[in-house]
């Protein structure tokens, strides 16, 4: 839903980064850079947990009174609940800071409006399956270590199957946790399947790390800007046709999921009784 500017408001978009793979901002940038072009805020700033500039950095870069903070993320778990609000001071939804108030959004991948942005890049990817003979695999890391961090693939892979959208299953898996992506050939029953990874960047996951898990690259390969995997598609494997997509945070619309999640934000600061808990 589009936003009334806020010519007298910051935006900062927070991403977690990556000292191995340069390329991992990259999705970041262009997110800020499309927002920046609708002239909804007076400055729009991206800041990183592994990059330059760093959080703690931000105080520093932003002129406005007010600041809106979108995490760049897709699950609320460690980074979200503890991270980012430690190290840019936040003490809840709204903080008063050095004469600034800040306003901390939700993560954009425990948005609905996910739900559009992965149909769009499934479609992408294998234009010309009929969905009735096709599983969908939304795939993510998994942890252990919060439960939050696999519940926003969760919801998604749910609201995709209500959606009418028509595919025979679709399917939450993870690197790390059950169900295992290296098991697609087994959890999928269908002869065409359309994996997209639910990550931000394309960085060593995407590119690197679930190839192998899926059987397309016999061993982890060179860096994330050497590769083309996802020009290969399809894939024959295992007696099926694979298609793998880039992940979904490199999609620019995802812009729109960020402006989203702030109009929500003013929605429930507004009205709380309208939402539900």
């Known amino acids: 839903m589009p936003i009334a500017p806020k010519p007298n408001s910051a935006l900062l978009i927070v991403g977690h980064g990556s000292t191995e793979n340069p390329d991992s901002s990259t999705p970041y940038f262009d997110h800020a850079d499309e927002i920046r072009r609708r002239n909804l805020f007076a400055e729009v700033h991206c800041c990183f947990w592994k990059e ?4 703690r950095e931000a105080h520093y870069l932003i002129d406005s009174d007010e600041i809106y903070v979108v995490p760049d993320f897709i699950s609320e778990g460690y980074f979200t609940q503890d991270v980012i ?7 809840g939804p709204t903080t008063t800071l050095r004469g600034k108030t800040w306003h901390y959004c939700l993560p954009v991948g425990v948005h609905p409006s996910m739900t559009g942005l992965i149909l769009r890049r499934a479609k992408e990817v294998a234009p010309k399956v009929d969905p009735a003979q096709t599983t ?3 795939t993510g890391h998994g942890t252990g270590l919060n439960q939050n961090s696999t519940k926003a693939i969760k919801d998604q892979a749910t609201l995709i199957a ?7 299953a679709v399917l939450d898996a993870y690197m790390e946790e059950q169900p295992f992506i290296a098991d697609w050939a087994t959890l999928a029953q269908t002869p065409n399947v359309v994996v997209v990874p639910f990550f931000i960047s394309d960085g060593l996951h995407s590119y690197q790390d679930i190839p192998v898990l899926l059987g397309i690259e016999p061993e982890v390969g060179p ?3 050497q590769r ?3 020009r290969h598609n399809p894939h024959r494997l295992q007696g099926k046709t694979l298609y793998y997509s880039s992940a979904i945070g490199t999609e620019r619309l995802l812009a729109d999921v960020i402006l989203d999640q702030i109009h929500d934000f003013d929605l429930r600061q507004t009205s709380p009784a309208s939402l539900p808990a």
């Open 162 to 168: 209500n959606s009418g959208a028509g595919y025979a």
């Open 52 to 55: 330059e500039p760093s959080m």
């Open 223 to 225: 860096a994330a800007s």
């Open 85 to 91: 609000p430690r190290e840019l001071g936040l003490t």
């Open 136 to 138: 969908l695999i939304i």
């Open 228 to 230: 083309e995997v996802f």
